[in-house]
């Protein structure tokens, strides 16, 4: 960073983003360290590794954990590893979206945006569902009976706690970028601290006898409500049942393209963003594994947690059984920890799907852009684009909901399709810049401040291949997600018939805001307002 100061990065990142064309609107106020945070605490490894938990244990017993974690993590570290590259060549809050843009063209930074807009408010979605899901079953059915999974209206208690938790988010995501980093930054402390307090429980003090290692490596399937192991229900057996396994590995890996989406709150946002991309997987890589290994060698056998679950899933209840009786209280207040590990999760990826909906409006691509694209001249946040894509993010859960029951599968299973359809897409949406980042101009290469040198396009051809060949298998129907291929499907042909009706012809792609002297112009509209909240 060459020993330059704070004000002298700021205006550095000032100039490189009017370089892209773009006014500082945002508040730049963000650290390195607060850029990691937003992404780490959206892959939030006390969510979809806890959450789907016993979907992986379902389909390919601990081996779900023992070997899907480790493959995954792999692949997904040269995922972060290509993209971290390109973050650090266009540091905007377009991400993605500007990414394909400059790399190929606009039509298709258009269809990368749809796709990662998509991803964003499916997983938003995922991830505040589990939240819910969870301090209810946790939390508020103890105290006050709210029971997840019955219904209110015709509807699950856990969707109406969705809205009310998604409406609390809101609030403190419109109050300002400060708080954003706070809560953030706040969130890798409360993830690591509860990894290392559930390890540490369960082996001090757990009354489980612990498993040999081998145990994590048995791929041993559950069984339906027939009682026939999924093994014999999905195609490929043992290998195919595996795969499906996978997801609870991949869905926790998604999110971190969000240090790209804050670049514009970032100070030295170049390189920032690109180490919080990556770091942000890699540090999760290792404290997931810790609290999964130890929640799975301490359970007592998969089919007696699949049975005794109950609300909270099969991690709330290998705590139990491990600190029961006379640690019960332990047992209960790390249950409610991971409960809030999940909500800081929600709040971060509100933070991050609302700035990638803001930075696309702001280049008119979607109905209703100029109403999105505004930024509050008090607190320097997209608060339109937040409150649009957490309502609509409301409302996929809704559907999913009603397509699930419609096509026979358990609505407690809804979480399955949710999770799916947000990693399709996301990944989707990252396979694109990647290729395009061996295929496309090539001259971003000399903008990137962050590169993996002659590894670099050895990494992007396995990232891309990977993301196809678990593409269709996410996408598989049947009985624990029956409705995501055909959300997908919806959503692409919609998209499709969009793309041929208007964007084709009228999408501009990214927009320029003026000349040096108008982005200046632009900007002192907002420095009343950032006086105030920096006390200046």
């Not at 589990?130 to 079953?137: D, G, I, K, P, V």
């Not at 963003?273 to 290994?293: I, K």
């Not at 249950?335 to 999760?345: I, L, P, R, Y």
Request: neutral net charge; hydrophobic residues 50%; aromatic residues 14%.
């Amino acid at each position: 960073m060459g020993g330059r100061t704070r004000e002298e990065a700021i205006r550095q990142d000032t100039q490189d983003l009017h370089g892209l064309g773009y006014a500082q609107e945002l508040l730049r106020s963000m650290g390195g360290f607060s850029n990691f945070a937003i992404s780490f605490s959206i892959i939030s490894i006390l969510t979809g590794a806890v959450i789907l938990y016993n979907l992986g244990l379902t389909l390919a017993g601990p081996a779900a954990v023992g070997l899907g974690w480790l493959l995954v993590t792999v692949f997904t570290l040269m995922i972060a590893a290509t993209m971290a590259e390109i973050a650090s060549a266009y540091p905007t809050a377009g991400g993605l979206y500007y990414w394909a843009s400059k790399l190929r063209n606009k039509d298709w930074g258009w269809w990368t945006a749809w796709l990662n807009l998509g991803g964003q408010i499916s997983i938003v979605a995922g991830i505040n569902y589990s939240a819910a899901f969870y301090l209810c079953a946790t939390i508020l059915k103890p105290l006050f009976g709210v029971d997840p999974n019955l219904e209110t209206f015709g509807v699950l208690n856990a969707i109406w706690i969705t809205g009310i938790l998604i409406a609390i988010e809101i609030g403190f995501n419109v109050a300002g970028t400060r708080i954003v980093a706070f809560m953030n930054d706040l969130s890798v402390w409360w993830h690591i601290a509860f990894v290392a307090a559930i390890a540490i429980a369960l082996f001090a003090f757990g009354s489980q006898p612990t498993h040999d290692i081998g145990f994590l490596f048995q791929i041993t399937p559950g069984t339906n409500a027939d009682g026939v192991t999924w093994d014999k229900i999905v195609p490929f057996g043992i290998a195919g049942a595996f795969a499906l396994s996978l997801l609870q590995s991949q869905w926790t890996y998604t999110g971190y393209d969000a240090s790209a989406h804050v670049a514009e709150e970032t100070v030295f946002a170049r390189r920032a963003s690109a180490w919080g991309v990556f770091l942000s997987v890699a540090v999760s890589a290792v404290a997931g594994y810790v609290v999964l290994v130890a929640l799975t060698l301490k359970m007592s056998s998969p089919a007696d947690v699949l049975a005794n679950s109950g609300g909270g899933g099969g991690v709330q209840y290998i705590l139990e059984q491990n600190l029961g009786a006379g640690l019960s209280a332990l047992g209960g207040l790390l249950s409610a920890g991971v409960a809030f590990a999940m909500t800081f999760c929600g709040f971060s990826s509100i933070a991050s799907a609302g700035r990638m909906l803001f930075a696309f409006s702001r280049d008119d691509g979607l109905p209703g852009s100029g109403w999105l694209k505004k930024v509050s001249h008090r607190w320097r946040t997209p608060s339109n684009a937040v409150i649009a894509i957490s309502t609509a993010s409301w409302l996929l859960i809704l559907i999913v909901y009603v397509l699930t029951k419609a096509f026979g599968g358990d609505p407690l299973f809804l979480i399955g399709g949710i999770t799916s359809v947000s990693t399709v897409l996301l990944y989707w949406a990252y396979g694109v810049c990647i290729w395009l980042g061996m295929r496309g101009d090539q001259s971003w290469r000399q903008k990137q401040t962050w590169s993996l040198g002659r590894w670099s396009r050895p990494l992007a051809w396995l990232s891309v291949i990977w993301i196809l060949l678990f593409s269709p298998v996410f996408l598989y129907p049947f009985a624990l997600n029956p409705a995501s291929w055909l959300i997908v499907g919806a959503f692409v042909v919609l998209l499709a018939i969009y793309y041929l009706a208007w964007a084709r012809s009228r999408f501009r792609g990214p927009i320029a805001q003026g000349s040096a002297e108008q982005l200046t112009e632009i900007e002192k509209e907002f420095q009343q307002a950032a006086g105030e909240l920096t006390g200046a």
